[in-house]
Nanobody, 127 residues
Framework: QVQLVESGGGLVQAGGSLTLSCAVS????????MGWFRQAPGREREFAAQ????????YYADSVKGRFTISRDNAKNTVYLQMNSLKPEDTAVYYC????????????????????WGQGTQVTVSS
């Protein structure tokens, strides 16, 4: 089990950018595939992006593809989500999550595949 702490959220105008960070402690980050999820008011939590333990493989929801970039620095125990061209519909609480990696990479959109979660950070995009 690892502990996850998100930061970097805030208020930004439409078209702007934000970078979220997820600091990981209590374990070896390179053992985990990592994901970012988000939950807008009144809606279910949804998948946004995923990165494999090595950083080689990434996977994005269609709604963020081409605008968001997930990356990681295992030496710094940190995962990032660079968000560009933000839209009001990106407003949500953003969560990072950890899933133990296996020998074979698979896409992990389902939140049930993730074992550990952060507390979330609020992102608000004004129009």
């Amino acid at each position: 089990q690892v502990q996850l702490v998100e930061s970097g959220g805030g208020l930004v105008q439409a078209g702007g950018s934000l970078t979220l960070s997820c600091a990981v402690s209590g374990g070896t980050l390179s053992m985990y595939d990592m994901g970012w999820f988000r939950q807008a008011p009144g809606r279910e939590r949804e998948f946004a992006a995923q990165i494999s333990w090595s950083g080689v493989n990434t996977y994005y929801a269609d709604s963020v593809k081409g605008r968001f970039t997930i990356s990681r620095d295992n030496a710094k125990n940190t995962v990032y989500l660079q968000m560009n061209s933000l839209k009001p519909e990106d407003t949500a609480v953003y969560y990072c999550a950890a899933s133990l990696a296996s020998n074979k990479y698979t896409n992990k959109e389902n939140e049930d595949l993730y074992d550990d979660w952060g507390q979330g950070t609020q992102v608000t995009v004004s129009s």
